[in-house]
């Protein structure tokens, strides 16, 4: 069993920061791609920033230049640095991982972290 456990969502005003953290955990041999994803409500969930185990980067048009994603492969981690937050950044952020056990491979989801922007 693989879980995926996030923190680091918050309260915060516009133009703060915040950094979200998703560990992964359980029977992992490997880990491909991780991201991070986000839904506000009435709204489609949309993909924020994902990174590869070489480091490799991509983000959302949206969030360029203020949102840096980077993980720790040894602690299975990944992080969401994010600055200059707007309140269109409120959402529920999800972390997303592509995990090879030793029977499978899929992608598994973490539980969502609230971040909010607001004054």
């Known amino acids: 069993q693989v879980q995926l456990v996030e923190s680091g969502g918050g309260l915060v005003q516009p133009g703060g920061s915040l950094r979200l953290s998703c560990a992964a955990s359980?029977?992992?041999?490997?880990?491909?791609?991780m991201g991070w994803y986000r839904q506000a409500p009435g709204k489609q969930r949309e993909l924020v920033a994902a990174?590869?185990?070489?480091?490799?980067?991509n983000y959302a048009d949206s969030v360029k230049g203020r949102f840096t994603i980077s993980r720790v492969n040894a602690k299975n981690t990944v992080y969401l640095q994010m600055n200059s937050l707007k309140p269109e950044d409120t959402a529920v952020y999800y972390c997303?991982?592509?995990?090879?056990?030793?029977?499978?491979?899929?992608?598994?989801w973490g539980q969502g972290t609230q971040v909010t922007v607001s004054s």
């Open positions: 359980g029977s992992i041999v490997s880990i491909r791609a």
């Open positions: 990174i590869t185990s070489g480091g490799s980067t």
């Open positions: 997303n991982a592509g995990v090879f056990t030793d029977w499978e491979a899929r992608n598994y």
